[in-house]
């Protein structure tokens, strides 16, 4: 009799499971990948979005207006028993016409409440370059005070700018 061939019965469930096996692996990549690229797409719609809205409300930024604080402020302190020296160039930085006038205008006041910062100044505070950036923002805020009392905008002062530092 001719050879018929018979499948066993562990034939038989090798082979629905091979290509069950492979239907769930094809499932789950194809998850991950759709996942994937929704995900792409939403970052990218969204920075493009956020693009757009800054691109429109965004203004060029006008020139930087520099307003030099001449002469040097001098002061002398203290620092270790001695008598020390401490001069400072000074200049401001803002973009608006309107505040480089009133800077002007209010020099006398801007000059008074300085020299009576870097005169109030320890030798070792001052020599750190931390210290030399808390007494550039303490200047900042104090110019930004005279700025406001005298019906500016405060916030048009940017910022301060020690040209020179001298201590002796």
């Known amino acids: 009799m001719a050879d018929v061939p018979v499948l066993n019965a ?16 094809a499932i789950a990549a194809f998850v991950v ?7 792409a797409f939403m970052l990218m719609g969204q920075n493009d979005a956020h693009g757009k809205k800054e691109a429109k409300t965004k203004e060029p930024l006008a020139p930087p207006l520099y307003v030099a604080l001449d002469p040097p402020f001098v002061v ?9 020296f401490l001069q400072i ?3 401001v ?19 008074n409440d300085l020299l009576l910062l870097f005169a ?3 030798y070792e505070v001052v020599a750190a370059r931390a210290g030399k950036e808390k ?3 303490d200047a900042l805020a104090a110019i930004r005070h005279v700025v406001e009392t005298g019906g500016g905008k405060p916030a048009h002062i940017e910022q301060v700018y020690f040209t020179s ?4």
Do not use: H, Y
């Open 120 to 122: 109030n100044q320890k």
């Open 10 to 25: 562990a034939d038989a469930d090798a082979a629905p499971k091979k290509s069950k096996k492979w239907l769930i692996i």
């Open 165 to 168: 530092f001298v201590m002796q």
């Open 33 to 39: 990948l759709a996942g994937g690229g929704a995900a």
């Open 89 to 91: 160039t000074v200049q």
């Open 93 to 111: 930085m803002t973009r608006d016409p309107e505040t480089v006038e009133l800077l002007k205008a209010n020099d006398p006041v801007v000059r």
């Open 135 to 137: 007494l550039r923002s």
């Open 76 to 84: 002398n302190f203290e620092g270790e028993q001695l008598v020390r």
